[in-house]
């Protein structure tokens, strides 16, 4: 039986207070393709029926398919000690550290994490995770919105993951917002358009390096600008690479994000992963979420905080920064283990080996007839290929031969159908990419 606090009299109070007649006009907006059809649901079985019955459903997942999938999530090798560390009862059932006295592991945890984040993309501050890359992006426009006070416009550029300015747009519909997209130069951030673009109305400029069509920039010049114009410099990257590329706080880069599912977190259906969120001290007031802060007590010696703490369930209330700023702590754990077992030299090995396999594949690709480059511009583990023809005829006729050559750009560019984004990792072998490429070129 539910627990429903409030009585029918109470409910219909609340409900005319808004404006709203009944609860299902609560609903109204959304579609009737997601909403219940049915709450006949079928009569619970057996723990050894439902199990047999799970079991059944997993073996149609394939599990055995070579891959060159990228599009902002990467299939990098995870140290077992990852998974043998992080499911120790002591990080697996942790959960928010509000009492500093007893979460100290948990807070130090956070704090060496929040460290190890600093330095890999050379920014001042780092709080303690958010839900996902798109939610930081977010959160990050949303913080540049608050410092600017009243702005209303965005720059966003194309070659920023569309998956991520779907978020943006989703959740800024009912916000007085302007999204202003830049559109992309055969692949290229047009940093001259967004330049063009800066003006003392604008409250953000946001980029993403490697772009999403794996097009590596420097957008210290663009950030410079819009520095002098009150703008804030927004970047989203692959964290794998920023041990080797131009970094954020090198470029001058007021905020920084990321997804962290390259660190040390598998490839599971969607997550749960982890938003990093990065900035410089002048932002920090306006960054949502917690800051794990290092201290001494009275006697000297060290100790682990919350601090900063402006979210709507502490002393913020209404006032908060956001409230939907989870704090992804055991991913996060995840991430941090990787860092540091991989350190600074495994991670630019890391880097260098994805990027080499990379350009071995687009050498092998581009020698099939009627295959071409797209990516005329230096690129890191990701490229764009043209094909003579629609990219889903190829991945379908592909995936059957148990290979996914890579992510139809037709799925969020128009004009782009015959665009294919490969991706390549560590883990990608030579004898894969000679595969792909004969398997390609039969099909072609």
Do not use: W
């Not at 997601?34 to 709450?39: A, D, E, I, V």
């Not at 920064?321 to 540091?340: E, F, H, K, V």
């Not at 990516?375 to 059957?400: G, M, Q, R, S």
């Not at 996914?404 to 030579?430: D, H, Q, W």
């Amino acid at each position: 039986m539910p627990y429903i606090p409030h009585t029918p009299e109470e409910q219909q109070e609340m409900l005319s207070v808004i404006g709203v007649p009944d609860m299902s006009a609560l609903f109204a907006d959304i579609p009737k393709a997601l909403s219940p059809q049915s709450f006949n649901l079928p009569e619970g079985q057996s723990e050894m029926r439902v199990l047999a019955h799970m079991e059944e459903l997993a073996r149609r997942n394939s599990t055995d398919l070579t891959s060159f999938l990228g599009a902002g999530f990467y299939d990098h090798y995870n140290p077992a000690a990852i998974k043998a560390l992080s499911s120790r009862g002591e990080f697996f059932t942790a959960y928010t550290p509000y009492q500093a006295e007893a979460s100290q592991g948990t807070l130090q945890a956070i704090f060496e994490y929040q460290t190890a984040i600093c330095r890999l993309l050379d920014m001042e501050y780092a709080n303690a995770s958010l839900y996902d890359g798109g939610t930081s992006l977010y959160e990050a426009m949303m913080m540049a919105v608050r410092k600017t006070k009243n702005r209303t416009k965005v720059l966003v550029s194309e070659g920023v993951n569309p998956i991520y300015r779907t978020m943006l747009t989703s959740y800024t519909s009912n916000l007085n917002l302007e999204l202003i997209t830049i559109p992309h130069k055969e692949g290229q951030t047009d940093t001259a358009a967004i330049a063009a673009r800066l003006s003392k109305d604008i409250a953000a400029v946001i980029v993403q390096n490697p772009n999403f069509f794996g097009a590596a920039n420097d957008f210290t010049q663009l950030f410079d600008q819009a520095q002098k114009n009150g703008v804030v410099s927004i970047l989203s990257v692959y964290p794998i690479m920023q041990s080797i590329l131009k970094t954020p706080g090198d470029m001058g880069a007021d905020i920084a994000v990321a997804e962290g599912q390259s660190l040390g977190l598998p490839l599971s259906f969607g997550g749960p992963y982890l938003g990093i969120m990065t900035c410089t001290k002048a932002m920090i007031r306006q960054m949502p979420g917690r800051i794990v802060g290092r201290t001494e007590d009275v006697d000297g010696k060290t100790g682990y905080v919350l601090t900063l703490q402006a979210r709507e369930q502490h002393i913020r209330r209404h006032k908060a920064t956001s409230n939907i700023c989870s704090n992804q702590s055991l991913c996060a754990l995840c991430s941090l283990m990787y860092i540091a077992l991989l350190g600074p030299e495994g991670l630019k090995r890391t880097a260098e080996l994805s990027i080499e396999r990379a350009h071995y594949a687009a050498e092998r690709l581009t020698a099939i007839p009627g295959v071409s480059l797209y990516t005329k511009t230096p690129f890191t583990n990701e490229f764009v290929i043209a094909l003579p023809c629609d990219a889903y005829k190829v991945i379908n006729t592909l995936v059957d031969k148990k290979f996914i050559p890579g992510f139809p750009l037709g799925r969020y560019y128009k004009g782009m159908e015959n665009m294919l984004l490969v991706a390549c990792t560590e883990k990608t072998s030579n004898q894969d990419i000679g595969m792909l490429a004969e398997l390609m070129g039969g099909v072609l």
